[in-house]
DNA sequence: TGTCGTTGTGCGTGATTTGCATAACGGTAA
DNA sequence: TTACCGTTATGCAAATCACGCACAACGACA
């Protein structure tokens, strides 16, 4: 019964639909350290359109302003995520890393055919 | 900031590939209630091909018999779980059952405006 | 005014999923 | 023994979705 390892996913919907997850995560926090939308899907290793496409979705459902963007000019342009998603990322990677603790506490406790109770 | 809501997903992996997510146990709970996987698929609204593709990728990567299938015979076939799918289930939905219950609190404490501590 | 590296987007190609159609099976009853 | 019935099991064509190439627009600076 214990050849099993557990997963779990964690991710915030308005209105029912994905808003925020752990891959759009990952690009909203390439794009801080990397300043254009572009450099951070090279950085994943994804294609510059599938990034696009996570942004736009996530842009139609949120409450405010995710980056500013810049066409042209000096490098090109640029992208810049606003106050409030900085804030937002930092709320949601502690969310996400108490969640996956629980659940690998719960894991222990569900499956394990003899378990001391951990305390980490 | 409180516009969101938050989602989990949990399940079980076997060999880095998903064994037992929430559609999965449905689908097993569904044979349990009604003894066949066609009328399983039948009462969660799904087809019989996409089922019977469910319980193939779960029966190669699993340690023991998921069911006991009967092809043929009174009432056409049948399909029953075995004792130990049977405590799987049990296991699992304690286990997501308390994962979906942390994540409500987690999401409460980090993105409630004014957040009292709760203990549920 | 030309250059450069961005943002933004249309569209063809390939992969994946879906569902229809059909074969095989074996208790039961005639 | 044989026909029947509803199940398990599967091949295959159609539809749907995802991917990524190719290209247009932009604007600060030299």
């Known amino acids: 019964m214990s050849d099993f390892r557990i997963r779990s996913k964690t991710w915030l919907e308005v209105d ?3 808003f925020l997850g752990d891959g759009r995560f990952r690009l909203l926090s390439a794009i801080q350290r990397n300043g254009s939308i572009n450099a951070a899907a090279k950085d994943l290793g994804l294609s510059y359109r599938k990034a696009w496409a ?3 979705a996530m842009e139609e459902s949120s409450p405010f302003l995710l980056l500013e963007r ?3 000019g000096t ?3 640029a992208s810049l995520l606003t106050d409030e ?3 937002l990322l ?3 990677e502690k969310l ?3 969640v996956n603790r629980k659940a690998d506490q719960c894991f222990a406790t569900c499956f394990a055919e003899e378990s001391a109770h ?3």
Do not use: I, M, S, Y
């Open 16 to 18: 029912g639909k994905p």
């Open 54 to 56: 996570q942004l736009k």
């Open 70 to 72: 810049r066409t042209g």
């Open 75 to 77: 490098g090109g342009g």
């Open 85 to 87: 998603t900085v804030e």
């Open 90 to 92: 930092k709320r949601f």
């Open 96 to 98: 996400r890393d108490q």
């Open 118 to 120: 951990a305390d980490a």
